[in-house]
């Protein structure tokens, strides 16, 4: 399997390539060259099969021969070490719990599998890789965990001051060792551009070996359909209709790659893109143009992007058929009010604590089926509630306690270097560092 840049077709790499690169020219995102097809036994089998049988053969094509298949296997199975169960909430809404992994959210799923490919890929070669990054929360923990002491990689992480919970600033700033944060005075948007520029810059990339671990990489962004899968092995056991899937969404990473999943065969009856204030995904539907905005802060941070990446690859997958999009995904913006008081609900109603981004999801979920009564569908739990206490907190009047595996991180000390959103200032830091 290769992968064309989206912005310059001509160029093609493998799998490798396209995890070492992290990008292409002109900043081009690289899109699988073919959608390989899901066999229809596999589908409908899917109950008979192991959690890593299914992830092996979700993964495969797409990586090709570039790493030997008892290798993927094994990197398959340090991915997916976690439990994740689908929960039921109600008649009609179920939730897909992703977040029992080491940092607690979804990422840790596509930053382990891709640093483990990474890590592969680089073994017995002396040259050192720089993985450059930009978070708007949950991203830096994760690409943290997942590359700590990796050997011949350095990780810098770029997070916007102030906007992320304490207990992602911990996850991301007390490793130490090969793990550098960078704490910007700016928004999550501004730490993406500085990103970005970087990976343009000559003198830097003369120096350096960089790389992204954002969800632009095809390593971490494709190896997210495989829990759409494990979802539907689940489903497949109480319900006989195919399900709304329902995404909370910023970069769109997570609801494209469900989307590619759908495109190889994996039943969905729909796909709701549930997002905060930031709503450039809902503003399209309803217009069909693309206003990308300045990012608004939200209580679901993780989600606040005004310029969500993914978007090309989406449009890409429908080949730039609007009626296409409108017809298989629905958008929806909720705003920090109406997350609370879903939070709030939810918790009286149900016994179950949601945290804001999973809460975007449930609102945006029960909306939908309000005008589709007859339907069902689950929605996928991207973060656990701990990471975002205060507005959990706030909404149910109960203290959610810290789990004993993160008491010894919050004792840890915060290091960090913090930089203005200047360019010149990321350029020193990089070319300095070590
Ligand atoms: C990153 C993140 C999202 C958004 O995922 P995308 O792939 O960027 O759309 C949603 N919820 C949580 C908790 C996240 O960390």
Do not use: F, K
């Given at each position: 399997m290769n992968y064309y840049n989206l912005k310059n077709k001509e160029e093609v790499v493998d799998f490798k390539t396209a995890t070492i690169k992290g990008q292409g020219k002109e900043k081009g995102l690289f899109f699988p060259e073919i959608v390989p097809q899901f066999n229809e036994d596999f589908i409908s089998n899917l109950q008979h099969l192991t959690d890593g049988e299914i992830a092996f053969q979700c993964m495969k094509d797409f990586v090709g021969?570039?790493?030997?298949e008892e290798e993927l296997k094994e990197i398959i199975s340090e991915t997916i070490s976690f439990d994740i169960p689908l929960k039921k909430i109600n008649d009609q809404i179920y939730v897909l719990e992703l977040f029992h992994g080491p940092t607690l959210a979804f990422k840790d799923i596509g930053a382990k599998f891709m640093s483990r490919c990474l890590s592969y890929f680089l073994k017995n070669k002396n040259k050192k890789v720089t993985v450059l990054v930009a978070t708007s929360g949950d991203t830096g923990g994760a690409v943290a965990n997942g590359f700590y002491k990796a050997q011949g990689i350095d990780v810098v992480i770029l997070y916007p001051k102030n906007r992320v919970s304490f207990v992602q600033e911990k996850q991301l700033t007390t490793l130490g060792e090969n793990i550098y944060a960078l704490e910007v005075n700016g928004s999550f948007d501004d730490c993406q551009n500085l990103v970005k520029q970087a990976f343009s810059d000559e003198e830097i990339n003369t120096q350096l070996f960089l790389t992204s671990a954002n969800s632009i990489n095809v390593a971490r962004w494709l190896p997210q359909q495989i829990y759409y899968l494990l979802a539907l092995k689940q489903w497949q056991k109480n319900e006989n209709k195919n399900p709304v899937i329902c995404v909370p969404s910023g970069n769109f990473g997570n609801i494209c790659a469900g989307l590619l999943a759908h495109f190889r065969?994996?039943?969905?009856?729909h796909f709701i893109a549930a997002c905060n204030e930031n709503d450039v995904f809902p503003n399209y539907l309803k217009t069909q143009k693309i206003n990308t905005q300045k990012t608004v802060a939200t209580l679901s941070n993780a989600m606040d992007v005004g310029n969500p990446s993914n978007f090309v690859r989406i449009l890409e997958l429908f080949e730039n058929q609007f009626d296409a999009v409108k017809d298989k995904i629905s958008g929806y913006s909720v705003d920090d009010e109406k997350t609370l008081e879903t939070i709030k609900n939810v918790y009286s109603k149900y016994n179950y604590i949601l945290d804001p981004h999973t809460a975007v999801a449930f609102a945006s979920l029960e909306k939908y089926l309000t005008e589709y009564p007859d339907k069902k569908g689950f929605i996928l739990g991207t973060a656990h509630p701990v990471k975002f206490p205060d507005p959990v907190e706030k909404a149910t009047q109960i203290t959610v306690e810290i789990p004993d595996s993160l008491q010894d991180l919050i004792k840890r000390e915060k290091k960090t270097v913090e930089i203005n959103s200047d360019f010149e200032e990321l350029r020193r830091f990089l070319l300095n560092k070590n």
């Open positions: 021969d570039t790493i030997p065969g994996l039943p969905a009856e």
